[in-house]
């Protein structure tokens, strides 16, 4: 690929275009403001609430773990958070966004392949969310500085963030790039996300109440596949035994619960007497786990989903049967006149003789005062 | 044909369709649910020629250019763009083809230098090269000054300027212009028409669309009449007009009130005249025949009849009687 093609053109626009001036770097100064803001305030509600539990000066070494965990897990739900709400924001105004300008027909009439179009699209979706995600790791590794959590927990992590994050944004752009309004397009798209974190939970209920009825009790509903906050929590290798045994419960804490068994962690820390085992994931991906591979999963499903959005994108920005349709609006509208210039008024400007104009008839003749003959043109009538 | 339309013809400096066509259309159809909005369309543009498509709205302007340009898959009929098929090898046309629709496609927050290097980059133009282009672009639209202005700040007049800037960023051999005209005052329409002139004079093949008939008469070196999906004629504007019964408007001026007015016409409708008419103190009629000897014979009789000719002249916008005439049969 030459340098002239080292960055695809319509994510560099994008990145032009949103990224001048001084509003993103106000907007990520702010954000990374709130998120210092929100680190803080969790590590001083997770010490009282430590403290309150423990006595004062648990919050110590002791406590570190626990302090270090609700930390890491509060802002890694807080930036899926984020991911879910920013990616479709972004992607979903993406396609229908330049049908609406009327834009698209030029792009696609340029040598630009309609699967450039559609990663640029992504890219350009994903851009100032990456950012975002980024910027918000070093918050999460403020952890480290407590312990609790491996560096594998973190990286696993921020690995299955990002593939929801690509996957959802794709799956958005799907869905712009099928509907001609952007703002039905944004409707779906959040009705889309809506429907993967809260619709999947309810189902699981619904599967757990039937599964309970029948007896089943270690049955694992299969709709939380689908929920991002589940997968999370396993990624993040949560643990699950609550305050009572030196943990503090995180926005995680809920989904660990679903996990199936052999995919639960050992607590961090089992109690204040065990501080040496605080740090209990020696392999990071979690070889060796019998079936605890519910991130994996879970990012192989918003995967599949993910490159059937892409699909479904090149092939509604592909040039076919239908764009011209897209491309304008309605057909066969009432004739318009042009305004200020009514068809049959001569044209503005230098206007010369018609190409046909015959040379022979004067333009302007003079006066021809009467009895005077004939000019000698043409044939004379008699 | 008379002389002067041969000498018409010969300065117009196409009289033949002998070059190799840029484009060539055979029975192109296009359906729209029920509505065919291109029935069986033929065309053929002769390379290096200014061709007007001219024909109301709806009647298939902008879905036949839209099939040129590969952005619209036809049902049925063929299209070669320069030697190439455009369904078969569609980047290839791409590559040859400007393409300026009835619209402009806004990025905002983005300068006008940026707006076309942009598109420059999506048809593959290094960074040096594109920098070049652009300045050289913005010069032939006169938008060298507005380089650094965000584009949706344009007047109409410069976003249609920069739009056929757009269209050029790849140096095409085909521009394909659709009604690049409509919505312009007329000061942005002689400016419009001056660069049009001057991509021809580049040697540049363009295919400009019309549902306004004098905006191409002085442009056009061939025109195709196009109504509800069918072309109606094709050929340099003479031909056109002598295939349609060679039918001239004349109009005359005359002194003397309503009685040389009466006079007037009765020497018109001897030589044969039709719609002959005496509003407004002027003559106006259709003369019979060959369209140059019969309005001098019509010019020279008046004056031997003795009616004080003041001003006397064909009526501009002469192609546009023409084109409805061309119309009337099919419409109804």
Redesign the interface.
């Given at each position: 690929m030459?340098?002239?093609?080292a960055m695809n053109?319509?994510l560099?626009?994008e990145l032009?275009?949103?990224w001048?001036g001084r509003r993103a770097f106000l907007l990520l100064t702010v954000y990374v403001a709130v998120l210092a803001l929100i680190t803080e305030g969790l590590y001083w509600l997770g010490r009282s609430i430590l403290e309150s539990q423990f006595g004062q000066g648990f919050a110590g070494f002791a406590g570190g773990p626990a302090l270090g965990r609700f930390l890491y897990e509060n802002l890694l739900g807080f930036v899926l958070l984020l991911v879910l709400f920013i990616a479709p924001g972004y992607a979903a105004a993406q396609i229908s966004g330049?049908r609406e300008?009327?834009?698209?027909?030029?792009?696609?009439?340029?040598?630009?392949r309609p699967i450039q179009i559609v990663l640029g699209k992504l890219g350009a979706s994903l851009a100032w969310l990456m950012l975002l995600v980024v910027a918000a790791l070093p918050f999460a590794a403020a952890a480290f500085f407590l312990g609790g959590v491996a560096v594998g927990d973190l990286a696993r992590a921020v690995l299955y963030v990002l593939v929801v994050a690509v996957a959802i944004a794709a799956m958005s752009l799907g869905i712009s790039a099928a509907t001609r309004r952007t703002a039905a397009s944004v409707v779906l798209t959040y009705a889309l996300v809506l429907t993967l974190v809260f619709g999947s939970g309810f189902v699981a209920i619904i599967e757990y109440v039937i599964d309970a009825n029948a007896g089943r009790f270690d049955e694992r509903p299969k709709a939380l596949y689908l929920n991002p906050f589940y997968g999370l929590a396993d990624a993040a290798r949560i643990g699950q035994f609550g305050v009572f045994e030196g943990q503090l419960p995180s926005v995680l804490t809920m989904f660990a619960f679903a996990l199936p068994e052999a995919a639960r962690p050992v607590p961090a820390v089992v109690d204040a007497e065990q501080v040496d085992e605080f740090v209990v994931e020696p392999d990071p991906f979690g070889a060796g786990r019998r079936g605890g591979s519910v991130w994996v999963a879970t990012m192989g499903i918003y995967a599949g989903l993910g490159a059937l959005g892409l699909v479904v994108a090149h092939a509604r920005v592909r040039?076919?049967?239908t764009?011209?349709?897209l491309?304008?609006p309605a057909?066969?509208?009432?004739?318009?006149p042009?305004?200020?210039?009514a068809?049959?008024?001569?044209?503005?400007?230098?206007?010369?003789?018609?190409?046909?104009?015959?040379?022979?008839?004067?333009?302007?003749?003079?006066?021809?005062?009467?009895?005077m003959p004939?000019?000698p043109?043409?044939?004379?009538?008699g | 044909m008379?002389a002067?339309?041969v000498?018409?013809a010969a300065t117009?400096g196409d009289g033949q369709p002998a070059a190799a066509p840029a484009v060539r259309v055979r029975g192109l159809l296009k359906r729209?649910g029920q509505?065919a909005?291109v029935d069986r369309l033929d065309l053929d543009v002769p390379e290096g020629s200014v061709f007007g498509l001219i024909g109301?709205?709806?009647a298939g302007k902008?879905?036949t250019m839209?099939a040129v340009?590969?952005?619209?898959?036809p049902?049925e009929g063929t299209i070669e763009v320069l030697g190439h098929d455009a369904r078969r090898e569609?980047?290839d046309v791409?590559?040859a083809?400007g393409?300026m629709?009835?619209?402009?496609?806004?990025?905002?927050?983005?300068t006008c230098a940026?707006y076309l290097d942009?598109?420059a980059?999506?048809?593959?133009?290094?960074?040096a090269e594109r920098r070049r282009q652009v300045a050289d672009l913005l010069e032939l639209v006169d938008l060298s000054h507005r380089a650094d202005v965000d584009v949706s700040g344009l007047s109409r007049g410069m976003q249609q300027r920069l739009g056929l800037a757009?269209a050029l960023v790849?140096d095409p051999r085909l521009l394909v212009l659709d009604e690049p005209?409509?919505?312009?005052?007329?000061?942005a329409?002689?400016d419009l028409?001056e660069i049009l002139r001057e991509l021809s004079r580049q040697g540049r093949t363009i295919l400009i669309s019309s549902?306004?008939?004098?905006?191409l008469?002085?442009i056009c070196d061939r025109v195709g009449i196009i109504e509800a999906g069918r072309m109606l004629a094709q050929g340099t504007?003479?031909e056109i007009?002598a295939r349609s019964r060679s039918r001239?408007v004349?109009v005359a001026r005359v002194?003397g009130g309503g009685d040389a007015l009466r006079r007037a016409a009765d020497v018109a409708m001897?030589?044969g005249a039709t719609r002959v008419s005496t509003d407004g103190g002027r003559l106006t009629c259709e003369v019979q025949g060959d369209?140059?000897?019969a309005?001098?014979?019509?010019?020279?009789?008046l004056?031997?009849a003795?009616v004080?000719?003041?001003?006397?002249?064909?009526e501009?916008?002469?192609?546009?009687r023409l084109f409805l005439t061309v119309t009337e049969g099919i419409v109804r």
């Open positions: 030459s340098a002239a093609r053109p319509v560099r626009r032009t275009e949103r001048r330049e300008r009327r834009s698209l027909p030029l792009l696609q009439v340029t040598l630009l040039p076919g049967r764009v011209a349709r491309g304008r057909r066969g509208g009432p004739p318009r042009p305004p200020g210039w068809p049959g008024q001569p044209p503005p400007g230098p206007a010369p003789a018609a190409p046909g104009a015959p040379p022979g008839p004067p333009a302007h003749a003079p006066g021809v005062p009467p009895g004939p000019p043109a043409g044939s004379a009538p | 008379s002067a339309d000498a018409a117009s729209y509505l909005a109301p709205n709806g902008t879905t839209l340009v590969t952005l619209l898959v049902d569609p980047r791409r590559a083809v393409y629709p009835d619209f402009f496609g806004v990025y905002e927050g983005l940026e942009f598109f980059a999506a048809y593959r133009i290094g960074p757009r790849h005209a409509s919505g312009l005052d007329p000061r329409r002689v028409r549902h306004i008939l004098s905006e008469e002085e504007p003479q007009r001239l004349v002194l001897a030589l369209t140059a000897e309005a001098a014979d019509l010019l020279a009789a004056v031997h003795g004080r000719v003041v001003e006397y002249h064909e501009r916008g002469a192609l546009e």
